[in-house]
């Protein structure tokens, strides 16, 4: 198994560029979520989904969109980059049935903004 | 809401010593699940160790093991016979178990630079 993909893993953008960062999962894990690690703050909840079809906001949703229109897919779309959007970018899923705490992380997305 | 603190930013310890790292939350519910990841410098997150509230023993994972104390909120990482390989980000992270839909949504503290020295 692939476990959870995430595509670019370096991407460099300007102010005011948009894009699109890919997640995907192979497990047919109901639960997807998106994270960014800034230093000093740890990883910080943008979106997270419990299925397709349902997207909820999380601690730090401004300036991000997410879609779940399948089970693998979870995309985070980022509108118009700010530098302050300069991090790295985490996509992780779990199911309901790999025990309490079990989450896959991707490789993460390191995106810089200019 | 809940929030998660790690007061230590950096800790070094040498190599076949014992070191432990801090991890305080704050939380009104009763039900949860506490959890300490590590990032080497490859980025990857690898759980370590995790821990259920309702559980009274400590978990452990080989020469990982916590210190869990509900009542006072604190949930420490003592890692054993420290190698090289140990080196790493380590994170502290609370997960709530009130509502399934819980089930992706982690809260991190800021993390624990952890250098072993040969």
């Known amino acids: 198994n692939a476990g959870v993909t995430q595509t670019p893993k370096f991407q460099v953008l300007k102010t005011g560029q948009s894009m699109t960062l890919q997640c995907a999962q192979d497990?047919?894990?109901?639960?997807m979520s998106w994270y960014r690690q800034d230093p000093g703050m740890g990883l910080r909840l943008i979106h997270y989904?419990?299925?397709?079809?349902?997207?909820d906001q999380g601690e730090v949703p401004n300036g991000y969109n997410v879609s779940r229109s399948t089970t693998e897919d979870f995309p985070l779309r980022l509108l118009s980059a700010a530098p302050s959007q300069t991090s790295v970018y985490f996509c992780?899923?779990?199911?309901?049935?790999?025990?309490?705490?079990?989450?896959?992380f991707g490789s993460g997305t390191q995106l810089s903004v200019l | 809401a809940q929030t998660v603190t790690q007061s230590q930013p950096e800790m070094s310890v040498q190599e076949a010593e014992t070191v432990t790292l801090s991890c305080t939350y704050d939380?009104?519910?009763?039900?949860?699940?506490l959890f300490w990841y590590k990032q080497p410098p490859s980025r990857q997150m690898i759980l370590v160790i995790r821990?259920?509230?309702?559980?009274?023993q400590n978990a452990t994972e080989n020469r990982f093991s916590v210190n869990f104390q509900k009542a006072a909120k604190s949930f420490s990482l003592k890692i054993s016979d420290s190698q090289l390989g140990d080196a790493a980000m380590y994170f502290c992270?609370?997960?709530?178990?009130?509502?399934?839909?819980?089930?992706?949504?982690?809260?991190f503290g800021e993390g624990t630079q952890l250098t072993v020295n040969p």
């Open positions: 992780a899923s779990r199911t309901s049935h790999s025990g309490p705490g079990k989450l896959f």
């Open positions: 497990m047919n894990h109901e639960y």
């Open positions: 989904s419990v299925g397709a079809g349902i997207t």
């Open positions: 939380t009104s519910e009763s039900d949860y699940y």
């Open positions: 821990q259920e509230a309702y559980k009274q």
């Open positions: 992270a609370y997960r709530s178990e009130l509502r399934e839909t819980s089930g992706s949504r982690l809260t």
